[in-house]
């Protein structure tokens, strides 16, 4: 490896305030724990429920089994630097594992939710051949793509920004090892890494939104001609969830990975990133569960049969 000086990196605290510290830390926490719960929730229920074996909610529980392992790359390092304070430290090669993952995992995120909109494409455009064309064998390729995809991207980029030599500062004014705060703590010339940078960004960012526009384009002139006012609403309803989710994902990466680093400001990047670590993983469950009939009714489902499960266990306890 490119290394000169440095074998470890400092993480600038949110605030020098120990209270403050504290307060990041409860809501980080919070975040992280419902999120924890939410996509959990969902993987559970749809493994659980038969009437929810089918494409969409094939890729809505691996949508969420994503965001659990995407989440817990950042979350709990960063909840443990935020308790251990000014001294919170990461290894070059923990450092570069953390990025990997995060890259890896969030990329294959990204292209999943493109994935998503085509499955919602042909389920309106073409209902009656949906399940053949989205056939569980297709569904697994399609996921496993984008795992690949990711995961190639993002062995590629790590190994190249890594053989830089960081000899300079070793403070990382971030929670965790993203790519931009990184590059700017390296000695040497960074144009080839800003380039493979923005490479990946396009290939995981731009081209999967501009296909699930292209996506909802057909889907909106479809929807439009349905003549029932219930299948129209149904429709619209499953593809504004799915759209809620696309426009906080693509837009708070977009906003750090598609524009210049030399416009590239820590402080912005840190705030923006909180959303689309902590929040946006939440919301993501959230939204699913809300705007989805059958999904909330099998939650439901769930919760009586535990309910009813206990209630016996204790009736029999007696």
Same mark, same amino acid.
């Given at each position: ?94 450092? +570069?594992? %953390?990025?990997? *993952? ?8 990204? =292209? $999943? /939710? ?20 989205m056939n569980k064998t297709v569904c697994t390729c399609l996921v496993a793509a984008s795992l690949l995809l990711g ?6 980029l790590t190994i190249l920004i890594f053989r830089l030599p960081f000899c300079g500062s070793n403070e990382i004014k ?19 890494h800003q380039a493979a940078l923005f490479i990946v960004s396009v290939i995981v960012l731009t081209i999967p939104f ?20 219930? +299948?129209? %609403?149904?429709? *619209? ?8 989710? =696309? $426009? /906080? ?70």
């Amino acid at each position: 490896m490119g290394y000169e000086n440095q074998t470890e990196f400092h993480f600038h605290p949110f605030s020098a305030l120990p209270e403050t510290q504290l307060v990041i830390f409860l809501f980080f926490l919070f975040f992280y724990v419902l999120s924890l719960c939410g996509n959990a929730a969902v993987v559970l229920i749809v493994r659980a429920d038969h009437s929810l074996h089918n494409p969409m909610y094939f890729f809505l529980a691996n949508l969420a089994a994503l965001e659990l392992c995407y989440s817990s790359v950042i979350a709990p390092p960063a909840l443990a630097n935020l308790l251990s304070g000014k001294n919170a430290t990461i290894s070059l090669n923990g450092c +570069g594992t %953390q990025m990997f *993952f995060f890259v890896f995992l969030g990329g294959a995120d990204c =292209v $999943l /939710l493109a994935i998503m909109a085509y499955d919602r494409y042909v389920a309106i455009c073409h209902p009656l051949s949906y399940l053949v064309i989205m056939n569980k064998t297709v569904c697994t390729c399609l996921v496993a793509a984008s795992l690949l995809l990711g995961f190639l991207l993002s062995l590629q980029l790590t190994i190249l920004i890594f053989r830089l030599p960081f000899c300079g500062s070793n403070e990382i004014k971030h929670f965790f090892c993203d790519i931009p705060v990184i590059l700017k703590l390296a000695c040497g010339d960074t144009h080839i890494h800003q380039a493979a940078l923005f490479i990946v960004s396009v290939i995981v960012l731009t081209i999967p939104f501009l296909l699930i526009c292209i996506s909802y384009v057909f889907i909106v002139v479809a929807i439009l001609q349905i003549h029932s006012t219930k +299948g129209c %609403q149904r429709a *619209f309803s499953t593809c504004s969830s799915h759209l809620m989710v =696309v $426009l /906080l994902q693509y837009g708070c990466c977009g906003l750090i990975y598609l524009r210049p680093n030399s416009s590239y400001s820590p402080e912005e990047g840190r705030v923006i990133s909180v959303v689309y670590t902590f929040v946006t993983p939440l919301l993501n469950p959230l939204i699913y569960s809300m705007r989805n009939k059958e999904l909330k009714d099998a939650l439901s489902r769930a919760f009586r049969r535990r309910v009813l499960s206990q209630t016996k266990m204790i009736s029999l306890g007696h």
